[in-house]
């Protein structure tokens, strides 16, 4: 099952760097488990390293929302990255652009990829480095808030909007179509 | 009927039933299983007390976390082990055929799908791998899947996906002696970006992808994820026939004549539309070598490490500035002749019969320099041992390489076979990330050519000048 996401309030973190790969997000030595969970305190574990790295800022403690740069997710198909993600607390991820696997796998995990035009990126980035600073992600509404007058919309693709609204099972949902399975496994045997 | 791609032709023949909104319910010919991204799924499926719905069209192997060392030990690292373990007993639970350690046919899975000939035209093929894209050099439409998903394929036999937009990559002319299928991806990942084709699946059409070998084509269509795209294909012509014909899973006799009647179908009509297209021409393209973070961050073997205060966006500026801190190299340096430590000659981009026998040509009667480390780890178990049966091993060893079993190896270091931190490494796989190959590790990606002379040189160097 798929945590639903309607609507979430949090508080934001940016990491503003392009392309920023599944290998990052989560290391290959996490990798060997054969549970879903465990994998948050891998996130970013080389980076993580560093003091300076802005995960390790006071002002990023707590963020459930992380505002980063384009091509975010991309490389391996590694799902664990989603789990790591999801275990550290971030319920949404927003950046310019997201690599394709990464995204379909957000969707499956109560995590919502959301695309933002770059200057609303540069403007939520800005924004995260005054401590405290939440912005509301409204998937119903495919808006993105702040308090301060900021909004932007965004189009979530429509498949994975629907999982995440429902928390559907994806699984049961594409049982339903058995008898259109059944017949196309007649059709081409 | 209106003009249709390769693609369209093949999502067409598997859609099952159209969903809302432009998304479909697509049926899966073949799916590949490895230990890293399935035990998750096979527990998801015991929980749910579900089967695999069709388990004869799933096949599964060991290759991402396997040591490539000695095979009658046992795995070392007990969580490997673990691992390795699981996959053995969800296959024997769920009835699917696993080609394990001890097996011949083991090796990286999107080595031995095409070896078997369970790699065919027209099919609709995943893995919880990237680097499943490899297998669209057959004509197939193949993407790498996270692991819900192949729960889901493995539950289901089929996919949800919205339909990819098209991409022709149009690559004419004749390659230069000493040039080759990886130097003509990476150049295009050059010019489009490794985000050039998200959302989007390639073609790659023209004179210099149809004079290209099956095992070329493969490493064209293997690194169509580093250019962000969800899949790469090859309409099947009569090199991928002669490369199927007889292979223990291809058909035989009068399903053979059938299945090539079928197969020649899986073609773009001349007319056919594509949403974008790129063109490259073959015979400008030289040796390419990375030599930042991302396969992108590439460029020809006679070039300098470019300056990133010539680039043209603050955001490009500030990726190569990181990626040459990273990668211990200052601006304005000659690509050639900068020294490496190690060499990697292996991953399911490079590491077929063919890779092998170009870089033994390269090494025979030489030895790798003093201050090189140089391995050469097989596809496969049957790759490395069509390589024995040819001596190739022999060339390898005595010009001082190691030569392994199959398996992922230090394309992912998620064995032991891992770079030292500042260890810098010449390497044929397919993604130089900042500690991909080893924490700390630097890698160059090129050609196995080019490596294979790297490691003769000690440095960097264009294989063209040998």
């Known amino acids: 099952m798929v945590k639903p996401f309607v609507r979430h309030r949090g508080k934001v973190a940016a990491l503003p760097r392009r392309d920023v790969d599944t290998d990052q997000i989560i290391p290959k030595q996490f990798l060997k488990g054969v549970e879903r969970t465990g994998f948050g305190s891998g996130l970013f574990f080389d980076w993580r390293a560093d003091p300076g790295f802005e995960l390790n800022q006071p002002a990023a403690q707590g963020a459930t929302i992380l505002v980063t740069g384009a091509n975010f997710g991309c490389g391996s198909s590694r799902e664990h990255a989603v789990w790591a993600l999801a275990e550290y607390g971030f319920r949404a991820i927003i950046a310019p652009s997201f690599a394709d696997i990464f995204l379909a796998n957000c969707f499956r995990n109560g ?60 699984i049961g949902r594409t049982l339903l179509e058995e008898p259109s399975i059944t017949a196309y496994e007649r059709s081409h045997p | 009927m209106t003009a249709r791609t390769l693609f369209d032709r093949v999502w067409d023949a598997h859609v099952v039933r159209a969903l809302a909104d432009g998304v479909s319910l697509l049926y899966v010919d073949l799916h590949l299983v490895h230990e890293v991204t399935s035990p998750q799924a096979f527990a998801g499926l015991r929980h749910a007390g579900r089967k695999v719905r069709r388990p004869e ?15 009658t030990l046992p795995i070392a690292d007990p969580v490997a082990a673990r691992q390795v373990d699981a996959l053995s007993t969800n296959a024997r639970e769920f009835g699917i055929e696993l080609f394990d350690l001890a097996s011949p046919g083991q090796g990286i899975v999107h080595v031995i799908g095409p ?36 729960e889901h394929v493995l539950a289901t036999q089929c996919i949800v996906l919205s339909k990819p937009r098209n991409l022709e990559a149009r690559i004419s002319g004749s390659l230069e002696p000493g040039v080759g299928a990886k130097d003509l991806i990476l150049a295009l990942i050059g010019k489009i970006g490794t985000a050039g084709a998200t959302g989007h699946v390639i073609e790659y ?49 009068a399903a053979w004549t059938a299945a090539l009647e079928r197969w020649r179908t899986f073609r773009s009509d001349p007319n056919a539309r594509y949403d974008a297209q790129v063109q490259l021409d073959a015979s400008r393209v030289g040796p390419q070598v990375t ?29 190569a500035l990181r990626a040459l801190e990273y990668m211990g190299l200052k601006p304005g340096t000659p690509l050639e002749g900068i020294p490496i430590d190690r060499v990697f000659l292996g991953s399911c981009t490079n590491a077929r019969i063919e890779d092998l026998r170009a870089a033994a040509n390269i090494v025979r009667g030489r030895h790798v320099a003093s201050r090189v480390r140089a391995m050469v780890v097989p ?88």
């Not at chain 1, 119903?140 to 609204?165: K, M, P």
């Not at chain 2, 078997?116 to 057959?138: E, K, N, R, W, Y």
């Not at chain 2, 439409?141 to 998903?149: D, K, M, Y």
């Open chain 2, 115 to 150: 070896e078997l000939g369970a790699t065919q035209p027209g099919m609709l093929i995943v893995c919880g791998d990237s680097h499943t894209s490899t297998h669209g050099a057959f004509g197939a439409f193949a993407l790498g899947i996270g692991t819900s998903e192949v």
């Open chain 2, 205 to 253: 059409t023209g004179d210099a992808i149809r004079a290209l070998s099956m095992e070329e084509r493969m490493t064209v269509c293997n690194m169509s994820i580093e250019a962000g795209a969800r899949a790469g294909m090859i309409a099947p012509d009569e090199v991928t026939f002669a490369y199927l014909g007889g292979r223990p899973r291809a058909p035989q006799g």
């Open chain 1, 111 to 170: 995590v919502l990829p959301v695309k933002l035009a770059a200057n609303e990126v540069a403007m939520v980035t800005q924004r995260a480095q005054d401590a405290g600073y939440e912005v509301v992600v409204d998937l119903e509404q495919q808006v993105v808030s702040d308090d301060r007058g900021f909004t932007a919309r965004f189009s979530a693709d429509a498949y994975g909007r629907e999982l995440l609204l429902r928390g559907l099972d994806e």
């Open chain 2, 379 to 466: 596809g496969s178990q049957r790759v490395k041992a069509q390589a024995e049966q040819e001596g190739l091993d022999r060339v390898f060893r005595d010009a001082g390489f190691e030569w392994r079993n199959a398996g992922c190896s230090m394309c992912l270091g998620m064995n032991p076979d891992v770079l030292g931190a500042g260890e810098r490494c010449a390497a044929t796989s397919n993604r130089n990330f900042e500690g991909r190959q080893g924490r700390g590790g630097r890698t160059h990606l090129m050609s196995p050519v080019m490596a294979a002379a790297a490691a003769i040189e000690g440095h960097l160097v264009d294989v063209r000048a040998w």
């Open chain 2, 57 to 71: 069209r799933t096949l599964a192997t060991v290759d991402h976390n396997v040591p490539t060392s000695e095979r």
């Open chain 2, 291 to 319: 030599w930042g973070t991302t396969p992108g961050m590439v460029a020809d073997i006679k070039a300098r490490v470019p300056d990133p205060a010539q680039l043209a966006t603050e955001n490009e500026r500030e990726a």
